[in-house]
Nanobody
Framework: QVQLVESGGGLVQAGGSLRLSCAAS????????MGWFRQAPGKEREFVAA????????YYADSVKGRFTISRDNAKNTVYLQMNSLKPEDTAVYYC???????????????WGQGTQVTVSS
């Protein structure tokens, strides 16, 4: 099975930046489309960003376009989410996901990390 471990969350002021990391234990990590989802208290989990293995094609939710950047380092089995210009509404638990399905809509694969808390103060 694939083990995913997120890190890099924390408390930041509005307008600040954070970079999340997701380390995968699976040696075939490079073949997966990887992504990030987030869930705020009382809300449904939502898609944030995804990146393919083939040509590093990226996908973003409209709410984060221009502010967040997803990237990956296959040699390190790690995917990153650089978050800039953070807003209070970005506050959520952020989850790494492996084998994201990119079709008409974007849906998560079966492998989840434990989540990392991101809190943005006003």
């Amino acid at each position: 099975q694939v083990q995913l471990v997120e890190s890099g969350g924390g408390l930041v002021q509005a307008g600040g930046s954070l970079r999340l990391s997701c380390a995968a234990s699976e040696r075939t990590f490079s073949s997966y489309t990887m992504g990030w989802f987030r869930q705020a208290p009382g809300k449904e989990r939502e898609f944030v960003a995804a990146i393919t293995w083939a040509v590093f094609r990226t996908y973003y939710a409209d709410s984060v376009k221009g502010r967040f950047t997803i990237s990956r380092d296959n040699a390190k089995n790690t995917v990153y989410l650089q978050m800039n210009s953070l807003k209070p509404e970005d506050t959520a638990v952020y989850y790494c996901n492996a084998d994201v399905m990119v079709r008409a809509t974007i849906n998560p694969g079966n492998y989840w990390g434990q989540g990392t808390q991101v809190t943005v103060s006003s």
